[in-house]
């Protein structure tokens, strides 16, 4: 399909854009905020902030927020039209490039290989946060995680399955 000015463009059902949107909103706000804003026992900021410098805190704060709110802003830009192929070629990166992070960070300590010295940090972070999980491997990823990861594997399920991106 092209648009006015002859660019290819992908198409993305208007119910499927909602979807996509609704996930980024959920994600972007976990990302910008989470190390921040206390949320009961859904985050520890102060355990946090013992771990890392301001400065730290500050810069990963920027690398793990500002690459998906773009994503989200021109998301927004782009509802109800078709989304051109750069933006989709953006979404699947940045939300591929998250989800692998997710599985590094969080799942192959927990399912597949110890890693100690995560597991220690992880304890200090996270270690009076909820979570539902066994702890295993050292680490118990904690409910605020698991429901970004899972919004993130619904989010990518979301951009392959209506993005007829090339």
Do not use: C
Not at 29 to 35: E, G, I, K, P, T
Not at 122 to 145: A, C, D, E, W
């Amino acid at each position: 399909m092209q648009n006015l000015a002859g660019a290819t463009v992908n198409s993305i059902g208007l119910k499927a854009q909602m979807v996509l949107i609704a996930l980024q909103v959920l994600q972007v706000a976990f990302l910008w905020f989470h190390d921040w804003i206390p949320l009961g026992r859904l985050n520890d900021v102060r355990a946090v902030r013992s771990q890392d410098t301001l400065q730290r805190l500050i810069l990963v704060t920027l690398i793990q927020s500002v690459p998906w709110t773009i994503g989200l802003v021109f998301s927004g830009l782009y509802f109800g039209q078709s989304y051109p192929d750069w933006l989709g070629s953006w979404l699947r990166g940045t939300y591929i490039a998250l989800f692998l992070g997710e599985l590094y960070a969080w799942w192959v300590p927990y399912l597949v290989r110890a890693d100690a010295k995560r597991a220690a940090r992880y304890q200090l972070m996270f270690g009076n946060t909820h979570s539902f999980l066994p702890l295993r491997n050292g680490i118990v990823p904690n409910t605020l995680h698991v429901v970004l990861h899972v919004s993130t594997a619904a989010t990518l399920v979301t951009l392959f399955a209506f993005f007829d991106g090339n």
